[in-house]
């Protein structure tokens, strides 16, 4: 599956946490649910025309060059989640999208930001896209666009008084 959407969010396959995920407090350890933001973009990527053959065949990639997780309910040996994937803003060279890891019982997990670099692997520098990936990335965005963007993207870090 290259992804669906639902309830106007593009999801994933769903996945399921596994038993050397979970750490000494019984639930999904911290750094699991990077890997499941990382695996749950794929459709995303996908859909997108980034991976192994746009490296291979054009010279470039993306790399990850800003990321944040908000953990807001446990997840536990067992439970299934799906990913979503939003772009919310594409630039010449960067795009930022967010995600959240839903339960199979509909309820938001985590949720995730991450700002993207577009990178030419010969010179390892940021460059602009090709015109297919600005055009997928354009295309893509306007799409979701057409979703609000959740309250979440975009809050500063800090401690609450």
Known sequence: MAGEI???RFLGE???IKPE???FNGHLNMAYYGVLFDVGCNHGFRALGFGDAYRRD???TTMTADFRIR???ELHLGDRVRCSFRVVKVGSKA???CQELIHSDGWVS???ETVNLHVD???RRVAPYTEARRVALHQMAEEHSKWPVPDWVGLPLGVRN
Do not use: N, P, Q, S
């Open 95 to 97: 795009f930022h999208y």
């Open 110 to 112: 985590a949720t995730a």
């Open 14 to 16: 769903e996945m399921e």
């Open 71 to 73: 953990y807001l309910r």
């Open 6 to 8: 639902v309830d106007g």
């Open 121 to 123: 692997m010969k010179a």
């Open 58 to 60: 054009h010279g470039f």
């Open 21 to 23: 995920w979970i750490d």
